[in-house]
């Protein structure tokens, strides 16, 4: 299969900001071609590629491949620069705000431009601002994310990342914990032109629609390993909450 998608800027970020549900898929992780398929047709917005460990070249590959077999939205969530696939819709490079060093908010993004500088497709490259919340997740600990964050710490990140940094995109991330509907709101009222992304710990309906109220866009990944029925429900959950905001 020859990867022929190309995304821009212009075109992610206009894409982005009708987001409201997207599935972010692990290349570490099996899934089998029916539990894809579901998800690839189930009306989600986007399918975002990426993980924290384990992931390869290789695993990256065979899984967008996989993806860009349906005609959903497929971006990869860039968290090795040699994991790069070439051809997806667009590229997402976290910035965790967060992190205990500076390795992960500007050492390896440095480290990446100084050697391939030259060839990125920087038309098709979006900044994600992350706020990592749970501390026992992978990410915190790789990370060294300093998590005991207070709610005016939350708005201040989210401050940050729109007002100085000028990104597109903020995510509260809390990876596999159910976070606090509080923090996000917090979160919420800090940005005004970026959009706001929530993802951790989903599982049901209430959950769903509590985190849709104060995010722009919805993020559900654990689950579809988890329940994979129950993933695909959680599309139509977060969208009814859209459908009551702007009726």
């Known amino acids: 299969m020859v990867l022929k998608r190309v995304g821009g800027t212009d075109v992610l970020k206009e894409k982005m900001k009708t987001w409201r549900h997207v599935f972010k898929l692990d290349p570490n992780r099996p899934l089998s071609d029916r539990v894809l398929e579901n998800v690839c047709t189930s009306g989600t917005d986007a399918v975002i590629v990426g993980g924290t460990d384990g992931i390869t070249y290789e695993n990256s590959r065979n899984l967008i491949e996989r993806v860009m077999d349906y005609p959903v939205m497929c971006v990869q969530e860039i968290s090795r620069e040699e994991t790069v696939v070439i051809g ?29 500088g030259d060839w990125i497709p920087w ?79 989903i599982t049901r309906k209430e959950e769903a629609q509590a985190m849709a109220r104060w995010a722009d866009t919805v993020v559900v990944g654990n689950l579809v390993y988890q329940n994979p029925d129950m993933a695909v429900k959680t599309v139509n959950w977060v969208k009814e909450v859209l459908k009551e905001k702007h009726p």
Request: no cysteine; aromatic share 10%; glycine share 10%.
């Open 88 to 116: 997806v819709d667009g590229y997402l490079v976290p910035v965790v705000l967060n992190a205990g060093s500076l390795r992960w908010v500007l050492g390896s993004q440095h480290r990446a431009v100084k050697k391939y």
């Open 123 to 201: 038309e098709a490259v979006i900044a994600l601002g992350y706020i990592v919340m749970n501390p026992e997740s992978k990410v915190a600990k790789l990370t060294e994310s300093q998590t005991q964050l207070s709610d005016a710490d939350v708005k201040a990140y989210a401050r940050l990342a729109e007002r100085i940094f000028g990104m597109p995109t903020v995510y509260v991330e809390y990876s596999g914990a159910f976070g606090d509907e509080e923090t996000l709101r917090a979160a919420s009222s800090g940005v005004n032109q970026s959009r706001l992304i929530y993802g951790g710990g």
